[in-house]
């Protein structure tokens, strides 16, 4: 087996909160907590779980643009912490993206659109300005967007074009992994597929890998070749796309797949109960409030991801 591009052990991040005026503290809220995973070349890891889950916490974490609180996160070879020299700081930037989630706040409105592309790599120095010049504009090819938008500005687009453009500009320095944090959220359906198909269709042209991170396991089943499963800041399953379709094993999963609309299929009720209004336990299973096949060892044991079948893996104790 190839050998993962990204790894991440025992990955923490916690958020404490403050009262404003006297910023005394509250508490602390866990975004992150024990987070393992590798994603492999050519690979796209699909990441889903509900909206405050942790999901884009993570995706920053493992961008550098915060720092952990513990854990490690290895990419190529180079571990991310702090010290971390400057050209392998250079290198990691270079080798790992981002394709945000808003497409209209994440361009500068100020900035013509070949402005916006050719940023990453007059920063980085890879080449003259003429070259970037013709770099950029083969990048707004390669999107699907027509050379003649070049000196436009991002108010001058719809939605989907202006992640077209998002999307040029995080492939700009030939990086070898793309997050993709929520990248078809905002947009129509009919504009989701497009985008989605360029996005498949990149990625076997470039040999991309991608954390396809998003709130709507549909979305994921389209485009993952693995996926995870987060609730409350955990991986609570991780498997290939089949597995995880076609036989899922967590409680919350199933929840997650009885959710989808299904025309002229009937499906099997799943309840969701809120026995304590989702507070998670201390000692046990952060699931344990909503789960409808709870033991009595879920709130004294925290479960760990064990593997059941060959590549599927689940944490709780009732699987």
């Known amino acids: 087996m190839k050998e993962p591009i990204l790894k991440v052990k025992g990955l923490c991040k916690d958020y404490r909160i403050k009262t404003g005026l006297t910023n005394r503290s509250l508490g602390i809220i866990t975004a992150v907590d024990s987070v393992d995973l590798e994603i492999y070349p050519n690979e796209t890891l699909g990441l889903v ?12 974490l493992l ?23 400057k050209s392998s700081t250079k ?12 497409p209209f706040g994440s361009l500068s409105p100020r900035k013509k659109v070949i402005s916006i592309i050719e940023e990453p790599l007059i920063i980085h120095a890879v080449a003259s300005r003429k070259e970037i010049r013709e ?4 990048l707004l090819a390669l999107v699907g967007l027509p050379l003649d938008v070049a000196n436009r500005y991002p108010h001058e687009f719809s939605g989907g074009q202006r992640q077209r453009i998002g999307i040029a500009r995080a492939l700009a320095l030939n990086p070898r992994l793309v997050i993709c944090d929520e990248p078809v959220s905002s947009l129509d359906v009919s504009i989701q597929a497009q985008v989605l198909n360029l996005l498949v269709g990149l990625q076997e042209r470039l040999k991309l890998s991608y954390l396809f991170i998003s709130h709507d396991i549909s979305v994921v089943n389209y485009v993952s ?9 955990r991986i609570v399953e991780i498997a290939p796309t089949k597995s995880i379709i076609n036989t899922p094993m967590h409680p919350y999963t199933r929840c997650l797949l009885a959710s989808i609309p299904r025309v002229g299929k009937k499906k099997d009720r799943i309840v969701c109960t809120d026995k304590k209004g989702f507070i998670p336990v201390a000692s046990g299973c952060n699931y344990l409030p909503r789960c409808n096949m709870a033991m009595d060892i879920c709130s004294k044991s925290r479960p760990v991801l064990k593997e059941m079948e060959k590549g599927h893996f689940v944490a709780c104790h009732a699987c």
């Open 49 to 60: 779980g509900e909206s405050g889950c942790g999901k884009s916490t993570l995706a920053r």
């Open 63 to 85: 961008l550098m643009l915060e720092r952990p609180d513990s854990g490690k996160v290895i990419f190529d070879g180079i571990e991310l912490k702090p010290g971390i020299n």
């Open 225 to 233: 070749d693995r996926i995870g499963v987060m609730y409350m800041g």
């Open 91 to 102: 290198r990691v930037r270079k080798g790992m993206q981002i394709i945000f989630q808003d």
């Open 135 to 138: 770099r950029a504009m083969q």
